[in-house]
């Protein structure tokens, strides 16, 4: 028999994986705008500080480079 540990954790492992999958299927230009709505959502939280120096900012160059110029975050200076 399963547990509910064990329930709850192949549930969170498929969960994590299905949105992987639908974040690398995503073209460039959309995951930048997503990434640069994220950016805008957490500025003024101080408690999220940590989460966009570390993921955000490395997130948003690689977006940024991978989409290459865009008219949305040409005024936008990136690291």
Do not use: N, T
């Not at 995951?31 to 900012?57: N, P, T």
Request: aromatic fraction near 8%; proline fraction near 5%; charge should be positive.
């Amino acid at each position: 028999m399963y547990s509910a540990a064990e329930a709850i954790a192949v549930i969170s492992i498929v969960c994590v994986a299905a949105c992987y999958a639908v974040w690398s299927l995503l073209p460039a230009p959309r995951r930048l705008k997503v990434l640069m709505a994220l950016d805008k959502q957490s500025e003024g939280r101080y408690w999220l500080s940590g989460f966009r120096h570390r993921v955000l900012e490395p997130l948003l160059r690689r977006a940024v480079k991978r989409s290459g110029s865009c008219s949305d975050c040409s005024p936008r200076k990136l690291g």
